[in-house]
């Protein structure tokens, strides 16, 4: 192309005039409008080129190939169903694709809607992400000033003069369905348990999107795959009827080559969870995986554990301490760990403590320092396996006047019985692993809260377990774990036993309670030790005599050839006839005032 002859004196003649009639910041603004229409029309199919153009960038550093690919498949098919492992950069994704909308769309009438498994998901990791790429932002080359805090770019939102970014909670689904616009998109971060009626509340964008009427809608959902079940998963899995999704699969080996994920890492974690775990496939390879059929434990209930434990965190992590787990290692090279597992509330887990670097020499009389500096300042109680060389701990802390150390023998015998009361255990271990699971079971309704812990997680899913011939369960045990694993369960045991100690070694007749009603008695002993003492000559003289037995024996007497089914603490107990049980006083006294003769106390 041939240059242009351009007449200076002209130019400058007509410059003149526009600083005479327009002061210079009213020109520099039209200048700036141009180079932001200019950018818009640019960038509007391109969010690939958009991430790599329009963003600052240290040498060495930028997007990862496959998030470029992505980006731009989200144009392409509009909806875009991502899955990968841990460390890809998906919440990152996911700012960027909402960044690159609000400029695109700004002066059109628009909106992002963002949701995610859990709301925390939203307000902990995805807004912050956004907040930490905007300050990346090369305003120049977009052509704009930049957002205005507390104006435009809000804590949680984005607000521009035609249209806005948010979050919805995933339960919302009401919300997202009536959120319109001629130009919309929707966010789903770790979509893999986001409700199906949710995906189904923005077909109404999508179904008058596209047409004459210039409107549009996208759609990008990311996530670690969990258990082969939901939307998330049936998108991934090409299902009939979701062929307008386009699904993207991000290997471990892409991760690897972009620099995402460490080989070490990856290498590492096969080693700590084993291959074929379901924590491995989710994590590492990025596969839907479910937890082993034999295993004590599923990965999911886990998950949800950690959540609760995240959510907890966010309220300030308080809570009455309960008591300890403790499992004890020799300390010094190739010794295992010794783990302190804290319980709040009964349920709530505190982040592990690990002592990992001691003298084999003294290891254990550090750990009994440790138990001792809690049990002082906290009170409760401590449940200390005794296997190997627990039992040296337990009598230090007997002869310092802590009779609240109880030794936990894992090896010991049981009357426990799982919580339909059919099944025994072969072992305290056995029962202690049981009462985990049951604790975890979401139907339970006990929210016990877990902290996300690597080590943790995937020892909790490691163990198998069967049923023996004489109707008790036996759960993998710790040698034959570490035969398989090449390593030992030391997180998950502490943990354990801080949530089935009370259960098994603690209260009155512990073999032949269960575990909704320990958890219901420990409750009123707390609450009636925190209740003040009435000062001395005032308050009720004190009964003569030794004070009734808080437990009773109680029998079922009625009549008839059908099944009662009756609620004792928060468990479901199904009653024929010669139905017998030891269940506290005021259980037993409520169940005859409910049950009028059908129910008798044996003293």
Partial sequence: MRPVAIDVQAARQYAARLYTRYSKE????????????????EYWDKPGQFVQDCFTWTEGQGPAFYQIEILDELWEHKRECVRGPHTIGKTTLAAWAILWFALTRDGKDWKVVTTASAWRQLIRYLWPEVHKWVRKLDWDKIGRKPFKENDELLTRSIKLDTGTAFPVASDKGDLIEGAHADHILYIYDEAKVIPDGTWDSVEGAFAGSGGDGGTEALAVAISTPGEPQGRFHDIQARKPGYADWHARHVTKEQAIASGRMSKKWAENRALQWGERSAVYQNRVLGEFASSDTDGVIPLSWIERANERWEAWQETGGKGAFTCLGADVGGGGE??????????????????????VKADPDTATMELAGHIKGILDAHGGDAYIDIIGIGTGLVHRLHEQGYENAH????????KHKDRLGELGFVDKRSAMWWIGREMLDPSSGMD?????????????????WKVQSGARIRVESKKDLRKRLKRSTDCADAVLQALAGPTLCGGT??????????????????AQARRPKPAAGKGKAKAKGKPPSKYVK?????????VLSIQIGRRIEFVTTGWEKTVTRADAKALQAQYK???KIVE
């Fill in 26 to 41: 009213e020109i520099q603004e039209a200048l700036s409008a141009g180079a932001y229409e200019h950018f818009k029309t």
């Fill in 334 to 355: 190739g010794s295992d760990k010794s783990v302190l597992a804290l319980a709040y509330d009964e349920i709530r887990i505190g982040a592990l403590r690990k002592y």
């Fill in 407 to 414: 030794a936990f023998n894992a090896a010991e015998g049981t």
């Fill in 448 to 464: 016990v809260a877990l902290p996300p812990d690597d080590d943790l997680t995937g020892e909790l899913t490691a163990p198998h």
């Fill in 509 to 526: 007749e512990p073999d032949v309670e269960n575990l909704a009603q320990i958890m219901d008695r420990l409750r009123q002993e707390r």
């Fill in 554 to 562: 109680l029998k079922f007497v009625g009549g008839g050839r059908g």
């Fill in 597 to 599: 003769g059908q129910f």
